[in-house]
């Protein structure tokens, strides 16, 4: 969890072409109540629509193309966040891609 990039970041997964960029970090799917490490859309496209929501696991990214703004509010969130999900110990899913 300490390693999780920020929102904002731009990312390519390995086996990927287009870049994404993580729009939301620790999601769970609403279809099946799996955890990833990110949800992300493309990029510079942005949202546009639910068949090109991107969810999953930070050892997936094969390249960082830029981070995202991180502060010190940043830096509490995610600490925090990492506390959270050691007392919780959930299980980490494989790639989530709705409508590839």
């Not at 287009?18 to 769970?28: A, S």
């Not at 799996?34 to 999953?56: N, Q, S, T």
Request: proline fraction near 5%; charge should be negative; aromatic fraction near 12%.
């Amino acid at each position: 969890m300490e390693n999780l990039l920020p929102i904002g970041s731009i990312i390519t997964l390995t086996g990927g072409e287009k870049r994404l960029m993580i729009c939301g970090i620790v999601q769970e799917n609403p279809e099946d109540g799996k955890r990833y490490d990110y949800l992300a859309f493309p990029y510079p496209e942005g949202y546009v629509g639910e068949e090109h929501i991107y969810m999953f696991n930070h050892e997936e990214i094969k390249r960082v193309d830029a981070e995202g703004f991180m502060d010190e509010e940043y830096h509490v969130f995610r600490e925090k966040l990492a506390d959270d999900c050691r007392n919780l110990k959930l299980p980490k899913q494989l790639t989530y891609h709705k409508n590839i």
